[in-house]
Every structure is written in structure tokens, then in C-alpha cells.
């Protein structure tokens, strides 16, 4: 019996060549060339304003409706917005808790997120990967705010933009706070993504996947709520402080490089999501066909142990669905190049004929 994984930090960095990792959500394609050519003449060192870099705040807000750069503060990705936003909506320390509804399958991160900020996750299922709008409200209701991430990680799955209008009208009138995570919203094969708006709305976003900057640790906040924006501000002066001085820069550029970049990169993605998607089916797999991001979560009995069977026998990284709110499944990542998808597919027909059906 191989060993169980504890979690995904076992596998966060991992990577030779021998595996085949269809583990973290890291884009494998380069950031845009403009992001590297500030390199040479980038001479910032000191101390930047706390909310970010007034370019790129000042940019950001052309992409947003009735956005201006004091409506955003620039993060350590969007892991930091998340942070702040959570906590600066949480109730006083020592008063009682409150309750933030997420969507599950979730990622990983939130219920610990919502947790570390004082508060108790509470869940609305999503059904085949989509938004059931009795389910949503009786979880939201009560709670001081709800989790959207359309597209999503880790169902691939896109909501309806009626669902997604419904969520923002039932939010507004109850007075919840919307904390929409679009870090993939670039990244949708099926329509443009539709960005969620209104008065207790807290966009959160990132570099990271849209421009392959994982590492550089660029993301961002949007809200039209002047107070919390401006109580995240303050929480970071006394954390992070400012968001590397470089790192900005160079998003920046990213930003201001043409649209083609993020453009063919969606034609790359949706090849991949083509081979993985009937390629898991010819194996027989039951599984959503992704709507966006670059996830599959094809179901699986004994979900660890599969995880850990692939990685010890077959020398391959997934994630258990169990970390993500799906004991019953298990996730794949197709951020790597077309040949490893292929051998990676190679691999799990091996072990699907020769391990799994003795489970
Ligand atoms: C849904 C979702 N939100 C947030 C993050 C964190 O992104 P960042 O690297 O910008 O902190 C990820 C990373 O995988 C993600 O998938």
C-alpha cells in the first residue's frame, strides 16, 4: 500500500522529469515578453504606496465600469486579496463569529481563508458544477458573505449569466457582500465572461493565470466599497506592506501588452481541454466538459488513494477531490504541453486496467 498524501503542499514545487503533473493550476506557456523587457531599465527599490502603484491601479481601472485606481489595491496574488477582504468584512474579535456561504466543490484555500479571519464556511452544493439558486440562497442567507469563482476551480464549469444576475440582485437586497473570484476569467471557451457588479461586490483577481505570473505574485481587489477598500488598506500596511515595486512593474507591462496574448493562449488551452476531456472519456471516465480554467474533476471511487497510487506506481501528480469539498472525484490540471497530456493519458489507461479495477 503506497502512503497517503497529506495535502497539496506535498506536491506544490514538485516536478522532474520522470513525472507527469497534472497537479497545480500553473500555467506551463511564458508571460508576455514586455513583462521581461522592463527588466533592464527597472531601477524601483523603495517603498511603494500600499494600495499599489498608481499605473497600474490607474490601468486596471479601464478594464471596469465606473472604475477609478482608488477603487483597487494591488496584492501578494489573489491568495492576499482574499485574505484581506475576509477579514476586513469579519465581525470584531470577541463578538460572534459569522458565516460566509461557498460554493462546493470549492478551492481549497477558502474554507481555511474564511476560518483563519474568524469566520465559519458554510456550503452550497453545486450541482453538476452549477449554481442551484434555492441552494445558494439558503446558505447566503444569514451569512455576511458568499463565494463566487466562475470560471471555477476546480468544476471547469461557467455559471449562467441569469444565475449569476440572480445572485447579484439576491446579494444586494439582502445586503451580503459578494466576493466574486474571477482569476480565470480570461480563461472561458464558451462566451465572454460576465464580471459581477454592485455597491457590496469585492472582485478579486490576479496575474497568475491570465499572464503565467504565478511566482511574481501580482493580483488585485475591486470593490466599490470606499470603506472596505479602505480598511484593506490599512490591514496591509500593518502586514505586506506593498506589493513587490517589481512585480507591479512588470505586470503593468503584461497589461499593456496587445490583447493577442491572452488571446491565442485561450486557442492553446482549449486544444488541451479538447485532448484531455475525450481522451478521459475514451478511458471510459465520467467527467463535466470544462467551460473554463484549466480543470477536469472526473469522478473516482477511493479518491486518496488513487492520488497516491498515481503518484508512488505511475509517477504522476493529481489532486485529491477531497481537498476541494469531492471525495468522489479527483483533479486534473491540463497546464502542461500536449505530448505529456498524451503520456500522462497513457499512464492512467495503465492504471485503470491494472490497479484500479482490483480496488
Ligand atoms: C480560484 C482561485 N483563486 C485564487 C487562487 C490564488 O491565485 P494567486 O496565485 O493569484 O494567489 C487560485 C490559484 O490557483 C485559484 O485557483
Redesign the pocket.
Known amino acids: 500500500m503506497n502512503p497517503p498524501i497529506p495535502g497539496p503542499s506535498f506536491f506544490i514545487g514538485k516536478g522532474d522529469d520522470s513525472l507527469i503533473s497534472f497537479g ?3 500555467p506551463d506557456l511564458p508571460p508576455p515578453e514586455e513583462a521581461f523587457a522592463i527588466l533592464a531599465s527597472h531601477r524601483g527599490f523603495k517603498y511603494g504606496p500600499v494600495a499599489g502603484s498608481v499605473a497600474l491601479r490607474s490601468e486596471l481601472a479601464k478594464q471596469y465600469a465606473d472604475a477609478g485606481p482608488d477603487d483597487f489595491v494591488i496584492t ?7 485574505d484581506l477582504a475576509l477579514r476586513a468584512i469579519a465581525p470584531p474579535v470577541g463578538g460572534p463569529g459569522g458565516k460566509v456561504a461557498l460554493p462546493r466543490p470549492y ?1 481549497y ?1 477558502y474554507p481555511h481563508n474564511v476560518r483563519l479571519a474568524g469566520m465559519e464556511p458554510v456550503y452550497y452544493d453545486l450541482e453538476e458544477g452549477k449554481i442551484n439558486l434555492e441552494t445558494f440562497k439558503k446558505a447566503a442567507t444569514g451569512s455576511i458573505a458568499v463565494f463566487i ?1 466562475s470560471p ?3 468544476t471547469g464549469t461557467v455559471q449562467d449569466v441569469e444565475t449569476l444576475k440572480a445572485v447579484e440582485q439576491f446579494c444586494a437586497r439582502e445586503g451580503i457582500y459578494i466576493l466574486s ?1 474571477e ?2 476569467k480570461d480563461l472561458i471557451y464558451v462566451r465572454e465572461n460576465y464580471l459581477l457588479h454592485g455597491p457590496h461586490v469585492v472582485t ?6 491570465t499572464y503565467a505570473m ?1 511566482g511574481l ?3 488585485y481587489l475591486f470593490s466599490k466599497d470606499a470603506e472596505l477598500v479602505k480598511a484593506v488598506v490599512e490591514m496591509k500596511t500593518h502586514t505586506a506592506m506593498n506589493t513587490s515595486i517589481l512585480a507591479q512593474d512588470m505586470a503593468l507591462a503584461a497589461l499593456l501588452s496587445p490583447r493577442s496574448y491572452v488571446t491565442s493562449y485561450v486557442d492553446v488551452w482549449k486544444e488541451r481541454r479538447d485532448r484531455m476531456y475525450t481522451g478521459m472519456r475514451a478511458l471510459g471516465l465520467e467527467l463535466w466538459e470544462p467551460e473554463g ?1 484549466f480543470y477536469v474533476l472526473p469522478t473516482f471511487k477511493h479518491s486518496g488513494r488513487v492520488v497516491s497510487d498515481l503518484y508512488y506506481t505511475y509517477r504522476m501528480i493529481t489532486y485529491d477531490g477531497a481537498w476541494f469539498g469531492a471525495p468522489d472525484r479527483v483533479r486534473f490540471s491540463y497546464a502542461l504541453d500536449v505530448t505529456k497530456i498524451d503520456e500522462g493519458l497513457r499512464r492512467l489507461k495503465d492504471f485503470l486496467e491494472n490497479e484500479y479495477k482490483n480496488y
Open positions: 497545480s493550476g500553473q501578494n496574488g489573489a491568495s492576499e486579496a482574499i478551492y484555500s469563482n471555477s476551480n476546480p473570484d482569476v480565470y478579486i483577481n490576479s496575474f497568475s493565470k504565478c505574485r501580482v493580483g480554467a
